[in-house]
């Protein structure tokens, strides 16, 4: 094929992901990740993140060129997310790709990590229909985005105006005694229960906020009324019904992001959405978001779980498509920048 090969270098938080494509399609996806190392603080230790990547990078690497079943000669550019996220983590990606690019002396692409997370989706799905809207959920961020163009034309339209998505599921999985990272034990327990059981608040959707906020979120408010409910439980000595307060804490998170996201999608007449992200993985945000859009005539993309968290695929997908468009390469100063804009 005459297709560029391009290979793609995450390592914003915690997962060291390399991935190899060619065009559309995905040849390698090598990932490593210290999740465990931070399981025990509850959360992500920066600190811990940057040491790990370190130490996984480079057989990372050597993991994907072997997958692939190619070289790095054979690679014609190397992208890499050059922000947002942890300074010390981006800054080892960032090395390792001018490191791999001078040496072999391949062109180097610094992405954004929120543009690649709806990029990946071009790798199940195909070329992405423009303008789309796209709904990035994770436990770093919780954004809403208008896509008029992959390669540069990404707009912010609304995000998170305290904790992100993924950290609101991991945060009330801490208080349910569930295991870190949250998310895929709450959508396990909420199986079992009734979502309709409590009534927890929906962040940001009341008329008085809709104004300033219509496309922002807020889970810190659910999170404490959730924390609230089960306390008091607690001290009146009886039993938390687990599963219920998963279910119904999950629906409300689920509520939010889909009605704002079709929101969006109407109010601009856009009838694609793409949902990426750890917790795009929510098999309820799944199901609603597919329900909900049909009577709308919208069409929601969503790539398989393994693409929704963080990985190299995404960075290589986005910057293949940045390669395919005739965008020029970064320069080898390129920095890591942990509050790189969109
Ligand atoms: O994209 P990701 O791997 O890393 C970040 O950039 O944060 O997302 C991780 C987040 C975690 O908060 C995790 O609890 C959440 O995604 N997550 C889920 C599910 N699987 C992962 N949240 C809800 N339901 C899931 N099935
Ligand atoms: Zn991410």
């Known amino acids: 094929a005459d297709e560029p090969l391009v290979l793609g270098i995450e390592t914003s938080c915690d997962e060291t992901g390399v991935g190899i494509v ?14 465990d190392e931070h399981a025990r603080f509850g959360g992500v230790v920066p600190e811990v993140a940057s040491r790990a990547h370190l130490e996984a990078i480079v057989p990372t690497m050597e993991r994907a060129l072997a997958e692939a079943g190619v070289t790095i000669a054979d690679i014609d550019a190397i992208a890499v997310t050059s922000g947002p996220g942890l300074a010390g983590a981006l800054l080892v990606g960032v090395a390792a790709a001018k490191g791999y690019a001078l040496a072999a002396e391949k062109p180097v692409y610094g992405v954004n ?30 954004s809403l985005l208008r896509v008029d163009d992959l390669a ?3 707009t912010p339209l609304g995000a998170t105006i305290d904790d992100a998505a993924g950290e609101a599921f991991d945060k009330v999985a801490r208080l349910l005694g569930l295991p870190f990272p949250g998310g895929p034990w709450i959508d396990r327990e909420a199986r079992a229960g009734d979502a309709g059981a409590i009534g927890f608040p929906r962040g940001l959707t009341a008329a008085k906020d809709l ?8 889970f810190s408010g659910l999170k404490t009324a959730v924390a609230r409910w089960v306390e008091a ?30 929101d969006a999608c ?16 929510n098999s309820r945000l799944r199901a609603m978001a597919e329900h909900r859009a049909a009577k709308h005539g919208i069409r929601v993309r ?17 910057g293949s498509h940045l390669v395919a468009s005739g965008v020029a390469p970064s320069r080898l100063d390129l920095p890591a920048d942990s509050a790189l804009p969109l």
């Open 113 to 142: 990590h929120l543009a690649a997370h709806v990029a990946v989706d071009t790798l199940e799905h195909g070329p992405l229909p423009e303008p789309a809207i796209a709904l990035l959920v994770s436990g770093g961020h919780s």
């Open 152 to 154: 540069g034309g990404v």
């Open 211 to 218: 104004a300033a906020h219509r496309y922002d979120f807020s």
């Open 266 to 281: 109407r109010t601009s007449g856009i009838d694609t959405l793409v949902i990426g992200g750890g917790v795009a993985a």
């Open 302 to 318: 969503v790539p398989r779980p393994k693409l929704c968290t963080d990985n190299g695929a995404m960075v290589a997908a986005l």
């Open 22 to 35: 060619r065009g559309h399609t995905l040849l390698a996806d090598a990932i490593a990740s210290s999740v």
């Open 233 to 262: 439980r607690q001290r009146a000595g009886e039993p938390v019904p687990v599963a219920d307060v998963a279910a119904s804490f999950q629906e409300a998170v689920c509520d939010v992001l889909v009605g704002k996201a079709l």
